[in-house]
Nanobody, 122 residues
Framework: QVQLVQSGGGLVQAGGSLRLSCAAS????????TAWFRQVPGKKREFVAA????????QYVDSVKGRFTISRENVKNTVYLQMNSLKPEDTAVYYC???????????????WGQGTQVTVSS
């Protein structure tokens, strides 16, 4: 059973930076992609970025391109989301998810982290 444990997040002023981590344990069979989603109250979980474990290819939602960077550290089975130039509209609970391929639909992911709050003040 794959477990994802998140760390990072917190409160930052607009223009600041934060880094989120997502560490996987329990085996990686069938897991080829780790993605970050975010969710605000009353809205569906939104795709933010994803990375493929085999070749490192990445995808981003347009609203974070040039500001967020997703990366992986294979030895530690950890994926990072470096968030720079943060804006108040980036405020959300961020979740990492793991699955077999990149989907923008969160229902298609098999495993999820516990979520971490990111708050950007104006």
């Amino acid at each position: 059973q794959v477990q994802l444990v998140q760390s990072g997040g917190g409160l930052v002023q607009a223009g600041g930076s934060l880094r989120l981590s997502c560490a996987a344990s329990g085996g990686a069979f069938g897991i080829y992609v780790t993605a970050w989603f975010r969710q605000v109250p009353g809205k569906k979980r939104e795709f933010v970025a994803a990375i493929r474990w085999n070749n490192g290819r990445t995808q981003y939602v347009d609203s974070v391109k040039g500001r967020f960077t997703i990366s992986r550290e294979n030895v530690k089975n950890t994926v990072y989301l470096q968030m720079n130039s943060l804006k108040p509209e980036d405020t959300a609970v961020y979740y990492c998810g793991a699955g077999v391929t990149v989907f923008y639909n969160p229902d298609m992911y098999d495993y999820w982290g516990q979520g971490t709050q990111v708050t950007v003040s104006s």
